[in-house]
């Protein structure tokens, strides 16, 4: 037993740490029950107390779940009914299989509701709650032996329906809220809310409320996202453009700028082959200066008068 125990604890957490799987699969959701109602019966004291509720220890990674679990005579819960952790279970509730006892665990899986529990187009506002009601291991009260199997009575109502009071939970004001009920055959069911804000249920299972999701956005604003898009591509492309221009006109400059180096460059090399002139100083500036060498006069003839 704590063998299989173990194992499907492995599998159950294996199976709900894939990201994005919501595990409703109905053999990994009666796993979950499964695990719950061992981790509560561990919970309870040698001698337990009948009618005294007791809080279950869970691992770290059900660090936001509730369970919890409570003893009960059945001729008690016949005659006088329960009404623990939100559930309100009036008298006359027949049993079966008839057992002297019976273990009610309550659970609540806060924020991981949504994770283990998902509606179709809707969308949970309040935790998923459940009870299941198992028959005790003995009639004397103490837990007796842990390998013996437990058994889940089914429950048959005669002095009306179950009443569930979801906790911190107020009715939003468009009115459109539903009560979600998860059969044990993995089935959803949509009832009313009644005016105290609970739902009303015949039978053990788990429980929330729901709201429409809201329909899916038209074309217009995708129409509008589409303009969106093309503008941030136009502004986009006008900035390219504009670096692209700057960048032509530096190639520019720098080929305009590059020829009339080499111009300047071969015009001294010109300059360079020509005789070089004496320089001189006029002003702040340096000139060339030629020799001062004029002709002699030379006389045509010697002839004199």
């Not at 990994?28 to 061992?38: A, I, K, M």
């Not at 329960?82 to 019976?102: D, V």
């Not at 889940?152 to 109502?157: A, E, F, H, P």
């Not at 590059?258 to 082959?273: C, D, G, N, P, Y």
């Amino acid at each position: 037993m704590l063998m299989g125990f173990i194992l499907s604890f492995v599998m159950l957490c294996c199976l709900c740490s894939l990201k994005g799987i919501h595990c409703m699969d109905n053999s990994t959701l009666r796993s979950l029950d499964d695990l719950f109602l061992e981790y509560a019966e561990n919970s309870l004291p040698t001698r337990p107390r009948t009618g005294v509720l007791y809080n279950a220890s869970l691992p770290q990674n059900f660090t936001d779940v509730k369970v919890s679990i409570i003893r009960l005579r059945r001729d008690s819960f016949w005659s006088k009914g329960a009404n623990y952790s939100g559930f309100y279970m009036p008298p006359k509730i027949f049993s079966m299989p008839n057992f002297t006892r019976l273990d009610m665990v309550y659970s609540n899986l806060g924020n991981l509701s949504s994770y283990y529990y998902n509606v179709p187009n809707y969308t949970l506002v309040a935790p998923v709650v459940g009870f299941n009601a198992y028959g005790s291991r003995n009639s004397t009260g103490q837990i007796g032996n842990l390998t013996t199997p437990m058994t889940r009575l089914n429950l048959t109502l005669f002095g009306g329906p179950i009443l569930v009071q979801f906790p911190d939970f107020s009715l939003p004001q468009n009115g459109k809220a539903k009560c979600a009920v998860f059969h044990l055959n993995g089935t959803v069911e949509m009832t009313n809310m009644t005016l105290q804000n609970m739902c009303i249920v015949q039978d053990q299972g788990h429980f929330s409320i729901v709201v429409p999701q809201p329909p899916p956005v038209p074309w217009a604003p995708k129409k509008k996202k589409e303009r969106e898009e093309l503008w941030k591509w136009w502004v986009f492309g006008f900035a390219i453009g504009v670096l692209g221009l700057l960048l032509c006109g530096f190639i520019i400059f720098m080929i305009v700028r590059v020829f009339r180096m080499r111009k300047i460059e071969k015009m001294e090399k010109e300059a360079e082959k020509n005789e070089p002139l004496d320089a001189t100083n006029v002003g702040q500036s340096r000139m060339p200066l030629a020799s001062a060498v004029r002709t002699q006069p030379i006389i045509e003839n010697d002839y004199h008068p």
